[in-house]
């Protein structure tokens, strides 16, 4: 037997009729995307590539290129220019952590923030093996107290195998209301010190203080003034990571949690960063690690020396940005407003859902909550991915592109559909899928039914 999660996810062609209200500019007035390679102006009349996400609609008046960049370069007339719908980007910089134009980078990371909070609420909690997450027989942990995390158990993890290695633990469900209420109060004490504040989730965030350092001190005091704020404030506690940039210090916030703070600089970066196994590497994964492994490559200094031959065995064409990452180079800003890149729906299911029209009617109600949050934003869909995830966690994802760019439930729900049916065509004869998940519960026998979708 074997169970089926299915997530429903768009990616999000920016609409730039909602950026062409955000404009102020004389008559006439163009906006431009250059090419790097040459600098020309390249226009596209009306549509532009936008990244690796597709195609976006662009307003009257405004004109992109079609290189796909995201350089932005404005007229010089233009008085007011506030195009929140772009993401603005820094030409990539010399190899090399450290310049003369050298940042200062806080990742602050919240301890076990759900669980923390609910021990903070219910003190008797404290110390106890507590999770956070669904009780349902299909649950899975949102969030592990330090004590419970000494079983094995983490995030992510089905809550019947979290239950299996720590049966005393005590499972509490997510209150995300009271967790956005304390993440509020966590990054309003960012902003006392940089406006420049970049959320990755409720209990994570980027802030460039490079400009604080003057008026507040070096980034070491105003890091170690930020947890002592949090405590006081909230009573929890916070992990810092200070760093010339975003790649070294999200690595360096992990490296003393629980409550502690790390700087990496020019100083004990290969230290540092040279023995750490691959496996932490952002961009290798479970799939990818074993030819990474397969090639020679086990730390990050393996990868910073290896030989180009080496590289395309265990990354391909990204054998070089890998080599870069291990190197410690990142010259990513820290995007105080960052665009919303995709839109998705999901729902759990206590029971299977085994009759194909079933499966069809939750796959549509899914569908329109996602067409209605495009709508509602104004945005429009260049992509659907549907996310099929079985019990033992074996995950698949399935895609398809979908031209024009559509916010209509009709055009999303009916791609999702064809994705999820060609999925449940190619299984084994025979096999009985459940589902469980998220989105199109996908069951029924891959037979005549599934094949039938």
């Not at 990742?107 to 609420?121: L, N, P, T």
């Not at 330090?146 to 158990?153: F, K, N, P």
């Not at 209990?203 to 930020?226: C, M, Y």
């Amino acid at each position: 037997m074997s169970r089926l999660l299915v997530a429903l996810g768009v990616c999000l062609m920016a609409a730039f009729a909602v950026a062409a209200d955000r404009v102020a500019a004389p008559a006439g007035a163009e906006v431009y995307f250059i090419a790097p390679q040459n600098g020309a102006k390249v226009h596209s009349p009306v549509t532009v590539k936008f990244g690796l996400k597709g195609m976006g609609i662009a307003p009257a008046g405004i004109k992109f290129d079609n290189t796909g960049h995201h350089h932005l370069l404005v007229d010089t007339d233009l008085s007011e220019l506030k195009l929140r719908s772009i993401r603005h980007c820094t030409p990539r910089k010399s190899p090399s952590p450290w310049n003369d134009a050298m940042r200062a980078i806080l990742h602050i990371d919240m301890d076990a923030f759900y669980a923390s909070v609910e021990e903070q609420d219910r003190p008797e909690l404290k110390g106890t093996p507590l999770i956070v997450g669904g009780t349902g027989g299909r649950g899975v942990v949102a969030a592990a107290s330090y004590a419970v995390r000494r079983y094995g158990v983490h995030s992510a993890m089905p809550m019947r195998e979290a239950l299996r290695r720590c049966p005393q633990a005590i499972v509490v469900h997510p209150r995300m209301a009271r967790y956005k209420e304390i993440s509020d109060q966590v990054f309003a004490i960012f902003r006392d010190f940089t406006p420049l504040v970049e959320g990755l989730s409720l209990d994570e965030a980027f802030l460039d203080v490079t400009a604080s350092q003057q008026l507040l001190g070096g980034p070491d005091e105003i890091g170690a003034e930020i947890r002592r704020r949090i405590n006081r404030g909230t009573g929890l506690t916070a992990s810092v990571g200070i760093a010339s940039n975003k790649l070294l210090a999200k690595i360096a916030s992990d490296l003393n949690k629980p409550d502690g703070m790390c700087s990496i600089n020019a100083g004990n970066i290969r230290e540092i960063l040279d023995p750490l196994p691959i496996h932490k590497l952002f961009g290798v994964g479970q799939k990818t690690l074993p030819t990474v492994l397969a090639a020679g490559i086990r730390t990050f200094g393996d990868a910073r020396l290896a030989s180009d031959e080496m590289l395309w065995r265990a990354f391909g064409k990204h054998g070089k940005a890998m080599r870069d990452r291990a190197s410690g180079l990142d010259d990513r800003p820290v995007e105080p407003e960052r665009e919303e890149k995709s839109i998705s729906a999901e729902e759990t299911f206590d029971a299977d859902l085994r009759i194909p029209a079933e499966m069809k009617a939750q796959l549509k109600a899914l569908a329109d909550r996602t067409a209605s949050r495009l709508r509602a934003h104004n945005l429009l869909a260049g992509r659907v991915n549907v996310k099929i995830r079985r019990a033992d966690f074996t995950t698949y994802t399935r895609q398809r592109v979908l031209e024009p760019a559509t916010q209509e439930t009709a055009v999303v729900a009916a791609a999702a559909e064809a994705l999820l049916c060609a999925w449940l065509a190619s299984q084994p004869r025979g096999c009985r899928i459940q589902a469980p998940g998220s989105i199109p519960p996908s069951t029924g026998s891959a037979t005549g039914s599934a094949r039938a979708c």
